[in-house]
T-cell receptor, first 113, second 116 residues
Framework: AQSVTQLDSQVPVFEEAPVELRCNYSSSVSVYLFWYVQYPNQGLQLLLKYLSGSTLVKGINGFEAEFNKSQTSFHLRKPSVHISDTAEYFC???????????FGAGTTVTVRA | GAGVSQTPSNKVTEKGKYVELRCDPISGHTALYWYRQSLGQGPEFLIYFQGTGAADDSGLPNDRFFAVRPEGSVSTLKIQRTERGDSAVYLC??????????????FGPGTRLTVL
């Protein structure tokens, strides 16, 4: 079985500062990796996903993530955040032919002016 | 276009009662998933449908939980003899197919279930 650990439960950050959200996974087989965002009172929305190929994945709203197989990590970054990036962020993993997503506990990002 | 919708958005019930939660997936999506999100945790998988059949129900916690998708579109999650521990947000997602785990799952806003 696979699992996901999000190392930070809360990340406060000032507007226009960079942010990095850490995600580590464990799995005995190859994985697919996802980052979802949940804005207040909204459903989960896909930010980006890694399936194969280039380890640097670019997503919506200026976010990107890098897959590091040796460190079993998939950290999410944004060089300059906005107030509107205040949300909860979830890292998730699936494996080939297993359709369910396994999620981390989430990281709450609060952007302050 | 329309996304995944779930009704009701909130449901308050008493311990021991029966509840039904409804999910309308994106039109044309053949795969449908139910997850449960408890306070302070990430979503946990409950069940997955491919068409009308439950392809994987390994996440259902016990036999009080049951889900159907009789016509391959709308799905209903049914919980019998509710317990306080069932209180959570129930999320539904759909994807166009279920291509080996690579398809993007689109989530609804969830139903918040509170069992008193």
């Amino acid at each position: 079985a696979q699992s996901v650990t999000q190392l930070d439960s809360q990340v406060p950050v000032f507007e226009e500062a960079p942010v990095e959200l850490r995600c580590n996974y464990s799995s005995s087989v190859s994985v697919y990796l996802f980052w979802y965002v949940q804005y207040p009172n909204q459903g989960l929305q896909l930010l980006l996903k890694y399936l194969s190929g280039s380890t640097l994945v670019k997503g919506i709203n200026g976010f990107e993530a890098e897959f590091n197989k040796s460190q079993t990590s998939f950290h999410l970054r944004k060089p300059s955040v906005h107030i509107s990036d205040t949300a909860e962020y979830f890292c998730a993993v699936s494996v080939f032919n297993d359709y369910k997503l396994s999620f981390g506990a989430g990281t709450t990002v609060t952007v302050r002016a | 276009g329309a996304g995944v919708s779930q009704t009701p958005s909130n449901k308050v019930t008493e311990k021991g009662k029966y509840v039904e939660l409804r999910c309308d997936p994106i039109s044309g999506h053949t795969a449908l998933y139910w997850y449960r999100q408890s306070l302070g945790q990430g979503p946990e998988f409950l069940i997955y449908f491919q068409g009308t059949g439950a392809a994987d129900d390994s996440g259902l916690p016990n036999d009080r939980f049951f889900a159907v998708r009789p016509e391959g579109s709308v799905s209903t999650l049914k919980i019998q003899r509710t317990e306080r521990g069932d209180s959570a947000v129930y999320l539904c997602a759909s994807s166009q197919t279920a291509s080996g785990g690579t398809d993007t799952q689109y989530f609804g806003p969830g139903t918040r279930l509170t069992v008193l």
